[in-house]
């Protein structure tokens, strides 16, 4: 099977990369914006401008079985474009569009789309998760744009009969991740105090390694085509939980202060902040039972497990 992987060089295109590469009998082609460095042994390499309607994606989807689609304006913090759900969508949206036409186009048979638990909403209530059939609900111009380039894909399916498979995983984490858990493990590294200890809410994440399984097994599994999957490690953790296993991992103690949610809220509705800290405390589950079901998929890799992966790399970034 020849599979080309879109994304190679960000944090999650780089473990899918490493698991095509560790599959026998796969051909892997990676399109990239940045030639990098260094790519492993066999892997073929073409150099795309940009994610837009202009790109020409003939020489990349040659002889291509599979697209797995993992490049995307990436959700930010900080958002500074003047119209952020335009730019979401010229490169989410439509550019995804423009490049699935064109697989058909080349002969390929199946596309895998990377998209985000965004699509279903922000928040869920302890003990009712997203589930696969859970109403999209998306509550910014990042998880808008997923929703929008899923449908589009879908419409192209109805069309084509292009095989269609969809995944939206939570917050992924492992070696190189960035952004919040990044600074988590800074912080608990530091030993700051963290007012986390009086958290109860429940949080699903996928490591990285899982993430990657699971986008292998969709790229050919039968029953795949036409679904979308949630995924995660199948193991909720509450945010103080989460303090407390990646200090273990760290070898570190962690200091956590019972401070009260209510109080944690009025802080950050103070500072304007109420969004971040609200992603502290709220839950956000998601039912992997259907993924189980269907494709016959376990996480190959425990949380415990993968937090012990992720440590090392962050003490070595840090020269600790």
Known sequence: MNVLLTGATGFVGRGVLARLCAEP?????????????ELPAGVDCVRIERLSIDQDWGDALKDIDVVIHAAARVHVMEERAADPLAEFRAANVEATRHLARQAVAAGVKRFVYLSSIKVNGEETE??????????????????????????????????????????????????????????????LQ??????????????????????ADLLLLCSRHPAAAGRVFLVSDDRDLSTAQL????????????????????MLRLLGLLTGRGRQIQRLLGSLQVDISATRQILGWVPPVSTEQALRETAPWYRERRGQ
């Open 25 to 37: 009998g796969l051909r892997t082609r990676v399109a990239v914006r940045r030639m990098p460095e």
């Open 126 to 187: 302890p003990g009712h998760p997203y589930r696969a059939d859970s109403p999209a609900q998306p509550r910014d111009p990042y998880g808008q744009s997923k929703l929008e380039a899923e449908r589009a894909l879908f419409d192209i399916a109805g069309e084509t009969g292009l095989e269609v498979v969809v995944v939206r995983p939570p917050l992924v984490y492992g070696p190189g991740v960035k952004a919040n858990f990044a600074s988590l493990m800074g912080a």
């Open 190 to 211: 530091r030993r700051l105090p963290l007012p986390f200890a009086a958290i109860d809410n429940r949080r699903s994440l996928v490591a990285r390694d899982n993430l």
């Open 243 to 262: 303090c407390r296993e990646l200090s273990v991992a760290l070898a570190v103690r962690p200091r956590l202060l019972p401070i009260p949610p209510f």
